[in-house]
């Protein structure tokens, strides 16, 4: 099976390959993505934009960071912080002594003529000050899952898989095209 996937980011395509078992057929679109620290809004415009772009079915996917101490800021938005001031903005964000609970949370879109196809999968840890790690990209190197004492950065892909967000929301989507395909 082939999958139209809407992303430039080469880390994406690798571990969507890596974790879905099917051919991807990448495409760049230049996308106007909604201001919103809902994940899931923002991964539904993109899913909706990429097909009235492509006319055909497409994969994307958006993930956001939120800080439970800063009700989910800045969620989707996430890319934008970090890009602003890197990795260690996510922690310098938080008041001195508020708890440094937080979430990731991926939403993939399958958007075909039929509708919109959403697969969440979510994960709960902290964000740490200092990153750690090199086995990742974004905020992996500062996230520490909930029963854990690494970072994501910190794992192999194989750890990694099996517990992040995308890899939750991916296998899901695997499932769903496997029927469709049937």
Not at 69 to 83: E, H, S, T
Not at 90 to 106: I, K, N, Q, Y
Request: net charge negative.
């Amino acid at each position: 099976m082939s999958v139209r996937i809407c992303t430039t980011n080469e880390n994406k395509v690798r571990e969507f390959e890596r974790m879905l078992g099917f051919d991807l057929r990448p495409v760049a679109l230049d996308l106007e993505e909604i201001q919103t620290l809902d994940t899931v809004a923002a991964c539904r415009n993109k899913g909706v934009l990429a097909f009235a772009a492509l006319g055909e079915p497409v994969v994307v996917d958006d993930t956001g960071f939120e800080l439970a101490a800063l009700d989910g800021f800045p969620g989707a938005l996430v890319r934008w912080a970090i890009d602003a001031g890197g990795t260690r903005i996510l922690h310098r964000m938080l008041p001195e002594g508020v708890r440094d609970t937080a979430s990731v949370v991926t939403a993939v879109a399958y958007v075909d003529g039929a509708g919109v196809q959403i697969f969440v999968g979510r994960l709960d840890g902290r964000v740490i000050a200092e990153p750690r790690g090199t086995n990742g990209f974004g905020f992996n190197a500062v996230f520490v899952p909930s029963g854990e004492d690494r970072t994501l950065a910190e794992m192999s892909d194989a750890e990694k898989d099996r517990i992040s967000p995308r890899g939750q929301a991916l296998r899901d989507l695997a499932a769903f095209l496997r029927e469709q395909a049937r």
